[in-house]
C-alpha cells in the first residue's frame, strides 16, 4: 500500500516538474532561465537533505559509506548550482564554464565510486553475459565522446570543449555499474524504489547530450530542453534516496510442509 502511494507521488511529482519546465519554457528564455536558478536551487536542497535523511537512517557500516558518497555528490551539485545562479542572475556572466563547473564534476566522479559500492552486494546475481553487455554499453557512450573531443577544435583542447566531453564520459563510466542494476531489476532481482537511482542516469545521460550538442552550436540557455532532462534525475534520485528498501528484492520461498 505505502509502496503504491509513493509511486503516485512520483508520477505526481514528475507532472509538476514537467509543467515547471514547460510553461516558462513556453513564456520566453529570460522567464525560463530566472525560473529554472531558482528551481535548480530548490532541488538541491531537497537533494541533500534527503541524502542526510538516507546517511542517518543507514545502519549497517558499508551501506552507510556508500550513501555519504551520494551526500557528497548531492552537496557538490548544491554548490555547484549555487555557482551557476550566482554567475548566472546576480553578476550576469557566462556561468559554463565557471568554477561550478569544479563542483559539477566533483559530484559527476563521485557517482563512479557510489554506484559500485551500491551494486556490490548483487554480485552473485551477475553473470558474465551481464558484465559483457554492461561494458558495450558503456563504451558505446564513451568512445564517441571521446572521439568528439579529439576532433573538436582540431585537437585543441579548451576548457569548453574538454569539459562538454567530461560529462558524458564520466556518464559512460557510470553506466557500467548502472546497466547491471538496470538488468538486474528487469530480471526481479532489485527493488523498485532503489532501481530509480540507476533509471535516473539515463535521463542525466540525454541531459548531458543535448547539453553538448546545443553549447556547441551556442543554442544553450538556462531553461531550455537539456534542463528538462537535468531535472528529472534530481527527482528520482530523491525518491530512491528516502525509500529505505534494500536494492535487493526478497525472493518468495514456498515451504512444503511434509
Do not use: C
Amino acid at each position: 500500500m505505502l509502496s503504491t502511494k509513493n509511486q503516485k507521488y512520483l508520477a505526481i511529482s514528475l507532472g509538476v516538474t514537467f509543467l515547471i519546465w514547460l510553461i516558462p519554457f513556453l513564456l520566453g528564455k529570460n522567464i525560463a532561465v530566472f525560473k529554472d536558478d531558482l528551481f535548480y536551487i530548490v532541488l538541491t536542497v531537497l537533494l541533500v537533505m534527503v541524502s542526510i535523511y538516507r546517511v542517518v537512517y543507514t545502519q549497517e557500516k558499508t551501506l552507510r559509506i556508500t550513501w555519504i558518497l551520494f551526500l557528497i555528490s548531492s552537496f557538490a551539485m548544491l554548490v555547484a548550482q549555487h555557482m551557476w545562479s550566482f554567475d548566472e542572475l546576480i553578476l550576469d556572466v557566462k556561468p559554463f564554464p565557471s568554477y561550478a563547473d569544479i563542483a559539477f564534476l566533483i559530484g559527476y566522479l563521485s557517482w563512479i565510486p557510489f554506484f559500485g559500492m551500491f551494486i556490490k552486494p548483487m554480485k552473485k546475481y551477475i553473470s558474465k553475459k551481464i558484465v559483457i553487455i554492461a561494458i558495450v554499453v558503456s563504451g558505446a557512450i564513451i568512445i564517441p565522446n571521446l572521439i568528439i573531443l579529439i576532433q573538436s577544435a582540431a585537437g585543441a583542447f579548451t576548457i569548453e570543449n574538454t569539459l562538454l566531453s567530461a560529462y558524458p564520459i564520466i556518464d559512460g563510466i557510470v553506466f557500467f555499474p548502472v546497466t547491471i542494476g538496470m538488468m538486474l531489476f528487469f530480471k526481479g532481482k532489485t527493488n523498485f524504489f532503489p532501481s530509480l537511482m540507476f533509471f535516473a542516469m539515463i535521463s542525466q545521460l540525454i541531459a548531458d547530450v543535448i547539453f553538448e550538442i546545443d553549447s556547441a552550436n551556442g543554442t544553450y540557455y538556462s531553461g531550455s530542453l537539456a534542463d528538462l532532462f537535468f531535472y528529472i534525475p534530481f527527482i528520482l534520485f530523491m525518491f530512491g534516496t528516502y525509500d529505505l528498501s534494500a536494492l535487493e528484492k526478497k525472493q518468495n520461498v514456498n515451504v512444503k510442509n511434509t
